[in-house]
Structure formats: C-alpha cells, structure tokens
T-cell receptor
Framework: AQSVAQPEDQVNVAEGNPLTVKCTYS??????LFWYVQYPNRGLQFLLK??????LVKGSYGFEAEFNKSQTSFHLKKPSALVSDSALYFC??????????????FGKGTHLIIQP | DAGVIQSPRHEVTEMGQEVTLRCKPI?????LFWYRQTMMRGLELLIY????????DSGMPEDRFSAKMPNASFSTLKIQPSEPRDSAVYFC???????????FGPGTRLTVL
C-alpha cells in the first residue's frame, strides 16, 4: 500500500522568507509525486508534479519541489513567501506499477501561514 | 473550458434519504475520480473510472455507496440510505492520462442530519 506523510500540521513563515513544506512517501515501484494547494471552500489546484527526469521540479506561482529518492522525500519550496501563499497544501503519490493511473493517495495536508 | 463541474455545491438532507452527487469532467479526459474529504480522515479516493469503466472501487465505504459513469461527460455518486457520518466534502476530478495531473471540481459539501 502506498502512503504519504506530511509531518507538520502547520508551517509559519514571515513574508519574504523562504518556505519549505515537507513530504515523505512510501510506494511500490517508481513514484509519481504531486503537490496541490487548497484555498478555503475551494477545490484542489495542481501546483507541480514529478514523474521522471530532473529531481528539481518547477511549478506554478514560483513553487518548486525536490525529489530525493534515497530519502523518499518530495519537499515543496519557495524562495520568497507571499501572504497570498497562505493555504492548505497537499502532497500526493501514485505508482508507476499502475502506469500512474491509480487514484492519488494524499497526505493529511499542511497549513501554510505567511505572516506579513 | 469550464473545468470540472459538480452539482449541487451544497446538499443538506436527513438521515435515510437518498443523495445523488453529479460530476461533469473536462472534455477529452479519460479518467474520472471521486474523493471524499473529512477533517478526521483527510482526502480519500473512493472510486475511479477509465473510459467510463470502473477500475478500482476499493475505497467505497460500503454498499450504501454506488457510482456510475454512463458516458464520457457525466458521472454520479449515490448514497442510499445516507447517514450522518457521510457528511463530508465530495470532490470529483478528471485527468487526461494516468500519470498526468488531476483537475478537481469545486466539491459538494454534504450534510446529513
């Protein structure tokens, strides 16, 4: 069975500072990794994904994530946080064993709070 | 494209009643997923379809839940009879291919009294 861990329920960062939201995963086969963001009373919005290739993936709104196979991690990062980045962030995984066609397994989410 | 469309956005019903949630995926997408979000359990995959065929329904909680996809542009999730513990936000998502990103609808907030 595949699983995702987001060890922090909440991350607080001052505006302008770099941010990191942590994610580790467990999956059979090669992982397909995703980050989504959810604003209050809204659906999830896709930020970025890792399928194969370069370990550093760039996505929407200046976010990036680094895939680390040995540490089974896929941490989300941004060099300079904005107040508008405050939201709930989800890491998700599916497996290459199903061609990536399986539904996503999500972490429990991390509340990111950017303080002015 | 209007994105994934879900209806209704909010549903309040009484225990024992039948509830039907509806989803229209993005045109041309081959995969459709139903998820449920609760505070206690987070986001859970309920079922997904490929080319209108159910592939994995292992996440469906019990026989009270059923899902159909009669054509490429429409899917329903039905709960009969509904119970208070079914209260949650139900999301529909679609994707073009198996490994591609999923696009989520706005969700249906279900409250069962």
């Amino acid at each position: 069975a595949q699983s995702v861990a987001q060890p922090e329920d909440q991350v607080n960062v001052a505006e302008g500072n770099p941010l990191t939201v942590k994610c580790t995963y467990s999956v059979s086969g090669n992982p397909y990794l995703f980050w989504y963001v959810q604003y209050p009373n809204r659906g999830l919005q896709f930020l970025l994904k890792y399928i194969t290739g370069d370990n550093l993936v760039k996505g929407s709104y200046g976010f990036e994530a680094e895939f680390n196979k040995s540490q089974t991690s896929f941490h989300l990062k941004k060099p300079s946080a904005l107040v508008s980045d405050s939201a709930l962030y989800f890491c998700a995984v599916s497996s290459s064993s199903g061609g990536g066609a399986d539904g996503l397994t999500f972490g429990k989410g991390t509340h990111l709070i950017i303080q002015p | 494209d209007a994105g994934v469309i879900q209806s209704p956005r909010h549903e309040v019903t009484e225990m024992g009643q039948e509830v039907t949630l509806r989803c229209k995926p993005i045109s041309g997408h081959d995969y459709l997923f139903w998820y449920r979000q609760t505070m206690m359990r987070g986001l859970e995959l309920l079922i997904y379809f490929n080319n209108n065929v159910p592939i994995d329904d292992s996440g469906m909680p019990e026989d009270r839940f059923s899902a159909k996809m009669p054509n490429a542009s429409f899917s329903t999730l039905k709960i009969q009879p509904s119970e208070p513990r079914d209260s949650a936000v139900y999301f529909c998502a679609s994707s073009l291919q198996g490994a591609s990103e999923q696009f989520f609808g706005p969700g249906t907030r279900l409250t069962v009294l």
